[in-house]
Every structure is written in C-alpha cells, then in structure tokens.
C-alpha cells in the first residue's frame, strides 16, 4: 500500500476513527506501488498524506499516468500525468478496468470491458460500466483526454480506474472550462514539463453513492498544476498563475459556499457546479480542513530546487 508520512504518524492512525468508514482507505490490499511511473510526479515525488492503492495506469505495454484508487470507494482518489498539448480528435471511448485490481498476479495493461459477463472479482474490486447506467452522473475524468497529444495516451484516459461519478452541470460546464483554460495557459506558457494531479474531496457524510453502496460520489473536485519552467511574459491575469496554481470545483449545487462561492449569473443548467481558481496552498488548506490530515500536492510546493 502507498503509505506517506503523515499516514504514518498519530494523526494518521486516528484517520480510520475520524473520517466515515466508507471512505477511508486504510487497509486496502496492495497492488503494487509508483516505482515504475515515478516520472508522472514533480521531482518523482507523489503526493503525500492519502492512503490507497496506487496504480500505474499502463496501455499497450507503457506506463501513462499514475492513479491512487480506493477501493472502498470504488474510484480514485487522485490521478498524476504530465501534460501535453493535445492534437488530433478526442478518441471515441472504449472504457477499461484494471485487472490488478480484481488479481494482484495479473498482467498490467488496463483491459477493455467485456461484452459478456463480468469476472465477480472486477465487480467487488472497482466500478464498472453498470455502475454508470442509468444514473443521473456522467463519468468525470481525472485525467482527461485533452491534455494529451499522442492518440495512446489520450486513449488510455477511459478507463473507469480514472473516473468519478460527476454531475453533467459540472462536467460540461466550468469545469471542462477549467480544463480547456489550463490546456491554454500550460500549452502557450509552460516551457518545461508541466506536472498535473486532479483528484476529489468527499462529503463529510457516507450517503451519496451510485447503486447499493457501490460507487462513492465526490462533493468537490480539485485540480493543481505545477510548471516551475515558464515564460515570464505573462499577461497580467496569469501572474499569479504560475509555477503552480489550482483549483476546487462544485459537483453539488446544493452544497454549502464556504469553499466554493454560487455565481447567480450561470446559466440555470450550469449554476451551483462553479469553479474556483486559487493557490496551491489554499487547495491545501481545503484538504487538510476537509480530509483530516496533511497533503502536500508536489515537493517543495512546485518550487524548483532539490
């Protein structure tokens, strides 16, 4: 299991007594860790102060981008890949699962779903497309498709491993607003690599999930980059934006305003699910208010040095 130091101390023994049973994720069974996808993470260094099981996403015999799954959640906890400047049409989907996941001895390429019936191990191990069907959720990428150039690795985004249920208001409105403005920003002023991890915030309560305690719904999402290489023209609305910047989104239009403010001039199918732009330290501050225990999204705060 990935382990960080902040799981590792009291504070994080507590975690499992603290947080609704449903959406820790102590104990899982391992499978594996990021030794082999380091390179997705600033300076090789994953984030620190979540426990789960920590997959490296692999397509056609190459390691894309790494994801810390929970597997009593049935969907990630976050989701690192190096961006690039996306080219070509969006694939059309053709979802996958992780086979590591159902049988830690299994052959590592994420695997299409099968037109048949499902393995039993698949189902009790992850979400699966039943999950999606018939719900009121779309399937919310992590990692999306567009911040990715070459078609495999675009590809290789659709898999469930890399998807939480995410409300059609959020997901097609300002959050792929989120997405195409941070394609823009990373595409026109990153000159270095630029290191991404988008991941979720639960709700506080263990009520919201798809079917029977299935697929556990997220109440935020949030997303960080870190760019530490990058063209200092900037324009003055992108000052504050860079080396690193993030931000935190609505999936609940009925949620509180205390971490994301309502804009009243939305159009009526988008407004509750806005998008609020903020430092990386504030994202932070977000998490550890909410999760109980101290993240740190990249080393050094995306700071550049050793």
């Given at each position: ?37 380091l390179?997705?993470f ?17 397509y ?9 799954y ?9 989701s ?46 992850q ?13 919310g990428?992590l ?19 890399n998807?939480?249920?995410?409300k ?92 994301v ?22 994202l932070?501050e977000?998490?550890k ?18």
């Open positions: 299991m990935y382990k960080s130091a902040a799981a590792m101390s009291p504070l994080g023994a507590l975690l499992p007594l603290v947080l609704v049973a449903a959406w820790c994720s102590v104990g899982e069974a391992d499978v594996g860790d990021f030794a082999p996808c390179q997705v600033y300076k090789s260094w994953p984030p620190k102060g979540l426990t789960g099981s920590p997959v490296c996403q692999r056609h015999n190459e390691y894309r981008f790494a994801t810390l929970s597997r009593p959640r049935r969907s990630p906890w976050f690192a890949y190096l961006y690039s400047a996306p080219a070509g049409k969006r694939p059309t989907p053709s979802w996958m699962f992780e086979p590591q996941l159902a049988n830690p001895g299994a052959e590592g390429n994420m695997i299409p779903f099968p037109s048949g019936p499902l393995d039993q191990n698949v189902v009790e191990s979400a699966v497309e039943p999950d999606y069907i018939n719900s009121t959720y779309t399937r990428h990692n999306p498709s567009l911040h990715h150039q070459m078609h495999q690795d675009r590809a290789a985004t659709f898999t469930l491993t998807v939480v249920p995410q059609a208001g959020s997901n097609d409105g300002p959050w792929e607003d989120l997405e195409n403005n941070v394609n823009k920003s990373l595409a026109t002023f990153c000159l270095g690599e630029a290191h991404v991890v988008t991941g979720v915030i639960p709700y506080r309560s263990d009520g919201h999930w798809l079917g029977d305690r299935r697929v556990a719904v997220p109440e935020y999402m949030w997303s960080a980059y870190c760019c530490p290489d990058y063209n200092h023209s900037l324009p003055q609305e992108l000052r504050e934006a860079f080396p690193t910047h993030a931000a935190i989104g609505r999936n609940d239009r009925n949620s509180t305003e205390e971490i403010p309502v804009s009243r001039e939305a159009k009526k199918q988008f407004r509750g699910y806005d998008v609020r732009r903020m430092s990386l330290k504030t932070e977000h998490l208010e909410r999760l109980g225990a101290d993240i740190s999204v990249f080393h050094e705060q995306c700071s550049g040095s050793d």
